[in-house]
């Protein structure tokens, strides 16, 4: 079978026990090539495990696990590992250079790249993420949400098949999270990357095609992001706090006002407009226009 039409990742009958503890039991999962998942759960879920399962930072007790049609073993995962790029929640823990080019280009070193691709990728990447100016600092002199934005360059100038992001976004400001997750809509879609996203922003479980909640080490709902979002059982049970948005949406259907959930401002602001112009036909003119 041509390894296109693999599956880019595959657990069969996955068990993981911590310290007596059982995180993940009988755990089946199977994500497409191309696929953008979220994943996402309370605390203890098992959600950073079952990631970091799949890069071979931990060993399975039982069950098995694929990469495009490759078993993932301990003879296999140095060279499965080269198509994965992992982002962790904390930057520093994948800091290895005394400057930021250095930590960029070690990844790069790894792909046996020649000198000049991996020159080109470090300025390429730096330029793309607005860090060409912090590439002669060390990590340590950075603040956080610059660190963060080192960390994804680094991993995304390896050009990876697979990108995981655990937590990874959460210092970043607001325009460059929208921003690189625009990029990851476009851009990596392009390149036919596979996304796996762990958060609890649901900002970023929304962007994505499909979403997985786990709950003791299970799955409990695997999904459209907008269907399972606005089921406020699932959400209290992974301990995910609804959008500001959606809140008042809810707020405003309990006092009788016939509005849809909405997800943005823009939204409610779309579905108040066009209620208001329902209800008050004579306030409008040919000059009034919807305010976005």
């Not at 930072?57 to 078993?71: P, V």
């Not at 140095?78 to 992992?86: A, P, Q, T």
């Not at 929208?178 to 996203?197: C, D, H, I, V």
Request: proline share 3%; aromatic share 8%; glycine share 6%.
């Amino acid at each position: 079978m041509n390894q296109q039409q693999l599956p880019a990742i595959q657990l069969q009958h996955i068990y993981y026990n911590y310290q007596q503890t059982s995180i993940l039991s009988d755990f089946c999962l199977t994500i497409e090539q191309g696929e953008w998942v979220a994943i996402a759960g309370s605390n203890g879920s098992g959600k950073s495990t079952f990631a970091r399962l799949i890069n071979g930072l931990l060993q399975a007790d039982r069950g098995e696990i694929y990469l495009f049609g490759e078993k993932l073993t301990e003879a296999s995962v140095y060279d499965l590992r080269k198509h994965i790029g992992y982002i962790f929640a904390s930057p520093d823990d994948q800091f290895v250079g005394l400057t930021v080019a250095d930590d960029i280009a070690f990844g790069l070193e790894n792909l046996c790249l020649s000198h000049a691709e991996m020159s080109a990728r470090i300025q390429y990447y730096a330029q793309l993420f607005d860090i060409t100016s912090l590439l002669d600092r060390h990590p340590g002199t950075l603040s956080g949400g610059q660190k963060q934005r080192v960390a994804i360059a680094a991993v995304l100038a390896m050009e990876p098949k697979i990108i995981i992001m655990d937590e990874a976004l959460s210092m970043l400001d607001a325009a460059f999270k929208q921003s690189f997750m625009q990029y990851l809509a476009t851009e990596a879609r392009k390149k036919g990357q596979t996304l796996l996203t762990i958060s609890h922003d649901l900002a970023e479980l929304a962007a994505a095609d499909r979403l997985i909640l786990l709950h003791d080490g299970q799955i409990i709902a695997d999904g459209a992001p907008q269907q399972l979002l606005q089921q406020q059982q699932l959400l209290t049970t992974c301990r995910l706090l609804p959008e500001y948005t959606t809140e008042l949406s809810r707020e405003l259907q309990k006092l009788g006002i016939p509005i849809e959930l909405c997800r943005t401002e823009k939204e409610v602001l779309a579905a108040l407009w066009a209620l208001h112009s329902k209800t008050f036909p004579s306030d409008l003119t040919k000059k009034e226009q919807m305010p976005l």
